[in-house]
């Protein structure tokens, strides 16, 4: 799952949508983490594809906006798989967020915790 959400994070910056870019690379990061793996198994063109959204994310965002949507996505997905191991069910909502001009980004997508 951390492969797919790093991805869409790369995805969400490419199209212009760094508050979810930011968010799904920090829910990304928390899955690299707790899965105890090296991000993409240490893939060097991969890491570069990663690395480079982070720092078109950043400088779209800043430093202090980027760090609030990353812990937002890693806190969701903390909550989440903190929740799952307790039930044995893993299920992750992608929130919603809202473009610059007030328009959805992501149609039918539910917002995950407020």
Do not use: C
Request: proline letters at 3%.
């Amino acid at each position: 799952m951390a492969y797919e959400l790093d991805v869409l994070g790369w995805l969400s910056d490419k199209v212009g949508s760094p508050e979810q870019a930011a968010w799904l690379l920090g829910a990304a990061d928390l899955l690299w983490e707790r899965g105890g793996s090296i991000r993409f198994s240490g893939t060097a063109k991969m890491e570069e594809l990663h690395q480079n959204a982070v720092r078109s994310t950043t400088a779209a965002l800043g430093e202090k906006t980027y760090a609030e949507h990353y812990v937002a996505g890693a806190d969701y997905v903390r909550d989440k798989t903190d929740t799952a191991a307790g039930q044995g069910a893993l299920h992750l909502d992608i929130p919603q967020i809202v473009d610059r001009d007030g328009g959805a980004t992501r149609k039918g997508a539910s917002r995950g915790p407020q």
